[in-house]
């Protein structure tokens, strides 16, 4: 190499350095804020329902769980409701939210498009597929969740085969093949809906608007492990994220692979949404939400987005399903209810901050 | 001095559109080296090649001795940085973000980014005189504090070769002097640089070289004062410049230009019959250019 003298010899210094600190600072403190409130709203989740139960005993029920104390002291109803029907919930309903949350985040910047959500690709619609097929056809002998699973890895799959031409995976083909391939679902899933009977009919579109009504300790088991190494993955990243949203050939210039890593974020973010989606239905606008919600915050800079976007699912989620479970006597579908709160919310969005977000 | 960058019998086609055909040409280390020519010749597309973005068709790129087909994307992006004409990317980030971008090959950790990558962003902000711009978002800028912004980036990358396409393109007059000036300044730091440009007289003040592409590959290469001259011009813009000379410095002119003003310019003016309207035409006629309003 050439350049024997560095850049700095002829550049003088300046005090603009200080903002800066300040600057990241101000972000760091602002994710340690989302934490605090996201226990804030687990705590009063876990009060909240049909059945009343005490802070103080939730608190007990809660601290001789973690402490492996004994469990015999406690009320056998309200070890029942918290331990093993709310707790189980309110975890469920995080992690679903915060890996919809990021995967929605990497899907905007691989894709350069703030408009995008998760199930661009298919996913949503492939993970129906399946679901439905299991629900009409019992025969096959797999569970809704795994066929589920695997038509909506398979969709996203069939996406991103077809966009690949000579090695490279032009944005633009991606989405327009998403489209595509979820389209056919889409049709296979009305297809299915046409030649089930009543029964089935009635529990595809159940499942359709997703809800968390049967979680159980099984499933976070199954999602935890999936959803946090998702997270790590895509946390380390960030600032790669950064530098994909700016463009193929930028990339390369700054030293970036871009195929190499669009595919490993497109891989992780589409296992989170397969996951997701297969466990518990199509949980609609978190995962275009969410992201725009922690940029407002943070600014665009994925390192600190992706975090907080987590929680911010997280908590979004939580919230729609804590008042899915006690608005009415019986519950409502918390697709309904983050429909019902996400659109005004991007409403107020576009109108707002319109401008300064999307152009 | 040793050859930065060899170009050797480059060919290159859009699907079967031929754009490149046979380019070959060589920088040598320490030069600011001017890529000119026409609109649609290729110069673009001759970066893009270098840079391996796009696929030979044949022909070989060699940078700091070494062939860039066989360097991985890190690699190359510690030997060379690419300026990109101004654009706009779809997220506002921050004027600092977008120059720390440029210290993406030289970073290892994971998370965090060293203090001391930070303040080289800051000071290749503040070598241009936009370090007021660092908190604001990028996108709201204009185009020319834009490419402004986009070059910080490229010192911030530190590299001992630099690619700058129309670095001063949307710039204002003090602004482009200022790139310009800046270019020299790094030239003589010892690092290399190729720049395009579409203005004769920025390419004949400025580099200590240029290779003058046509539509049919390399017209001229070598010392401005030889090569920016009525022939070549001629050659490329279909006589429509002049050469003099104003206190010992070269400028390139527009052909006839006092004779533009004066009204005496050769307009043809004639009322055209369209349906009931009638339409008052205007020829001008340029060189041997017409242009019809």
């Known amino acids: ?359 | 001095m040793s050859l930065m960058l060899r170009v050797r019998d480059l060919h290159f086609s859009y699907g079967a559109v031929p754009v490149l055909n046979g380019i070959s040409f060589h920088v040598r280390e320490g030069e600011l080296c001017g890529l000119f020519g026409p609109n649609g010749s290729g110069k673009t597309t001759l970066f893009k090649c270098c840079l391996n973005f796009l696929k030979l068709k044949q022909g070989t790129v060699h940078m700091c001795g070494r062939d860039v087909s066989k360097l991985s994307i890190r690699e190359m992006a510690k030997i060379v940085t690419y300026v990109p004409q101004e654009h706009k990317p779809p997220f506002p980030y921050l004027v600092n973000e977008i120059v720390l971008m440029g210290r993406t090959p030289h970073l290892g950790g994971i998370f965090g980014i060293p203090h001391r990558d930070r303040m080289i962003a800051i000071d290749a902000l503040d070598t241009l005189g936009i370090a007021d711009l660092a908190e604001r978002p990028y996108s709201q800028l204009s185009g020319g504090q834009r490419q402004m912004v986009l070059m910080a980036r490229s010192i911030a990358q530190d590299t001992p070769l630099m690619f700058l396409d129309e670095p001063t393109s949307a710039l204002d007059f003090q602004n482009q002097m200022r790139i310009w000036k800046i270019m020299r300044k790094i030239v003589e730091s010892g690092r290399t640089i190729i720049a395009c440009s579409h203005d004769p007289n920025h390419v004949a003040w400025f580099c200590d070289r240029v290779i003058v592409v046509g539509n049919s590959g390399v017209i001229a290469d070598g010392d401005p004062a030889e090569v920016i001259n009525e022939q070549t011009l001629g050659q490329i813009y279909h006589n429509t410049c002049t050469v003099q000379t104003v206190e010992g410095v070269r400028i390139v002119m527009p052909a006839g230009l006092q004779t533009w003003k004066n009204g005496k310019n050769h307009l043809n003016t004639c009322n055209q019959h369209v349906g009931q309207n009638t339409i008052r035409r205007i020829d001008y006629d340029i060189g041997h250019d017409k242009l019809e309003l």
Not at chain 1, 94 to 118: C, D, H, K, M, W
Not at chain 1, 166 to 172: D, K
Not at chain 1, 175 to 204: H, N, P, Q
Request: glycine content about 8%.
């Open chain 1, 1 to 359: 190499m050439t350049a024997s003298t560095s850049i700095k010899d002829f550049l003088p210094t300046l005090d603009y350095k200080r903002i800066y600190n300040f600057s990241e600072l101000r972000k760091i403190g602002i994710l340690v804020m989302l934490g605090i409130v996201l226990i804030a709203m687990v705590s009063i989740a876990v009060m909240m329902g049909n059945y009343y139960i005490s802070i103080t005993d939730s608190i007990y029920t809660i601290i001789t769980h973690l402490t492996f104390g004994d469990i015999s002291t406690i009320p056998s109803l309200h070890n029942i409701v918290i331990w093993d029907l709310r707790i189980p919930r309110i975890i469920l309903s995080f992690l679903i939210g915060g890996s919809l949350a990021i995967a929605g985040t990497v899907y905007q910047s691989v894709f350069r498009n703030p408009l995008v959500e998760p199930y661009i690709l298919g996913a949503s619609s492939g993970a129906a597929f399946g679901a439905a097929l299991s629900i009409v056809y019992p025969i096959i002998g797999v569970s809704i969740q795994l066929s589920a699973f695997c038509f909506g890895a398979l969709a996203v799959t069939f996406a991103y085969l077809l966009a690949r031409v000579q090695g490279e995976t032009p944005i633009f083909t991606l989405i327009l093949a998403g489209v595509i391939i979820g389209s056919i679902f889409t049709a296979f899933v009305s297809l299915l809906k046409y030649l089930s009977d009543d029964s089935a009919l009635r529990e595809i579109v159940f499942w359709l608007m997703g809800g968390f009504y049967y979680a159980t300790w099984d499933d976070i088991i199954l999602l935890a492990p999936v959803s946090i190494a998702g997270f790590l993955i895509l946390l380390a990243m960030g600032w790669k994220l950064n530098i994909l949203s700016m463009g193929d050939e930028e990339a390369r210039s700054l030293g970036v692979n871009p195929e190499r890593y669009k595919f490993i974020a497109i891989a992780v973010a589409t296992a989170l949404t397969a996951f997701s989606v297969s466990l518990v239905g199509i949980i609609a606008w978190v995962g275009l939400m969410m992201p725009h919600a922690s940029r407002i915050l943070l600014g665009p800079d994925n390192r600190y987005v992706i975090p907080a976007s987590f929680m911010m699912g997280g908590m979004y989620v939580i919230v729609s399903d804590t008042l899915a479970r006690i608005l009415t006597s019986s519950e409502i579908p918390v697709g309904i209810i983050t429909s019902v709160l996400g659109a005004p919310y991007l409403c107020y969005l576009l109108r707002s901050k319109g401008r300064g977000m999307f152009g």
